[in-house]
């Protein structure tokens, strides 16, 4: 192929990719260790870097997948899904679901939605308020709190834990 048919050759395809959104930067959301996304319908994010710091609003459906220390403030939207590693900050509002799965000794709190399930690991604190429904499922010793919430259940996983319902506070430990 002779470099003018090359460069015609290329200069399509770079055209073609340019006119199609190419490189999909749109989808693209993390800049190392922070992460955005607002506006969209879907958005799904996964950042593995330790301490990542997520903030998802005005969407449809957040999905987001982090590791330890990860820090996630979902705001504003029909849904949101997360999963991460130990020692998470995840805080949900204004949503009509959200779910969370989370390792130990994370901070979870639900706030002004319709819906919130959280299955969370030992040391984990977790606060539901202003909500209809709040279902958290511990494996290990875990505090949970609810204000203003229909209905609020507790389920202790692990040997020897049990619910213990303390002044409006539920918490799983080995005894009450």
Same mark, same amino acid.
């Given at each position: 192929m002779g470099n003018g048919n090359l460069f015609s050759t290329l200069l399509l395809v770079f055209s073609s990719l340019?006119?199609?959104g190419?490189?999909?930067?749109?989808r693209d959301y993390c800049r190392g260790d922070r992460c955005e996304c $607002?506006?969209? @319908?879907? *958005?799904d994010i996964s950042c593995q870097l330790p301490g990542c710091a997520?903030?998802?609003s005005s969407a449809d459906f957040c999905g987001v997948a982090c590791g330890d220390g990860c820090e996630l403030d979902c705001n504003d939207?029909?849904?949101?899904?997360?999963?991460?590693?130990?020692?998470?900050?995840l805080t949900c509002s204004s949503a009509t679901t959200c779910d969370f799965v989370c390792g130990d000794n994370c901070?979870?709190?639900? $706030?002004?939605? @319709?819906? *919130?399930?959280a299955s969370v690991g030992a040391g984990s604190q977790?606060?539901?308020?202003?909500?209809?429904s709040c279902d958290v499922e511990c494996a290990g010793a875990c505090s949970v709190s609810c204000n203003g919430v229909a209905s609020c259940d507790v389920?202790?996983?692990?040997?020897?834990?049990?619910?213990c319902d303390e002044g409006g506070q539920l918490r799983c430990a080995t005894q009450c």
């Open positions: 340019a006119a199609s190419g490189c999909h930067r749109d $607002h506006g969209r @319908s879907d *958005c997520v903030d998802c939207l029909q849904s949101c899904e997360s999963t991460c590693g130990d020692d998470c900050a901070d979870l709190r639900c $706030h002004d939605v @319709s819906r *919130c399930e977790v606060e539901c308020a202003r909500l209809s389920s202790c996983k692990g040997l020897g834990f049990v619910r």
